[in-house]
């Protein structure tokens, strides 16, 4: 039998949340990618983009649509819908395992988030965006959030254990 969280574990309830709607919509969105795929999203990306291009003047615009042009191919498409399956299914596992209160649940989630802190700081250093920004300070805050419960259930634990020999 599990403990799902209690009314007081305001910031737990809304962790899991997080994970359960971040994990369904990056698992809707690999579906979307994958039947793209199959039905010709690439080829139509592909022929819009090259569409645009006509309408394009600037140089950074016109750069763009070149980098899109690039990245719009089936096998891309593949790939991003791979990564965003992935994502998606371990996004969920890390919902489920802490609304069951996996003991494990919490250092399952501190290190699948903080893993990718150092390559959010990489991207920050190549140039701050709004995105960027966010992803990271949601990263830090899970991890940091998560940590301090950890450390806090462990010293309860110990004095708890410390009670009970005295």
């Not at 690439?42 to 309408?55: S, W």
């Not at 998606?88 to 250092?107: D, I, K, N, Q, T």
């Not at 700081?121 to 949601?138: D, N, P, Q, S």
């Not at 830090?140 to 004095?159: P, T």
């Amino acid at each position: 039998m599990h403990k799902a969280p209690g009314p007081n574990d305001v910031g737990l309830k809304v962790l899991i949340f997080y994970k359960v709607v971040k994990g369904a919509i990056w698992l809707g969105l690999a579906l979307v990618l994958a039947s793209g795929a199959r039905f010709g999203l690439a080829e139509e990306l592909q022929l819009q983009i090259e569409r645009l291009q006509g309408h394009l003047s600037r140089a950074w615009s016109l750069r763009l649509a070149e980098s899109l042009l690039d990245a719009a191919t089936r096998q891309h498409l593949h790939v991003a819908g791979l990564a965003l399956s992935a994502d998606g299914v371990l996004s969920l596992f890390e919902g489920w395992a802490l609304h069951h209160r996996r003991p494990w649940a919490p250092w399952l989630v501190v290190i699948a988030s903080g893993i990718f802190v150092p390559f959010e700081v990489f991207e920050l250093m190549k140039g701050i965006k709004i995105t960027r920004v966010v992803v990271f300070a949601v990263n830090i805050a899970v991890v940091v959030y998560l940590a301090r419960r950890i450390y806090r259930e462990h010293v309860v634990k110990v004095e708890q254990q410390q009670a009970g020999a005295a």
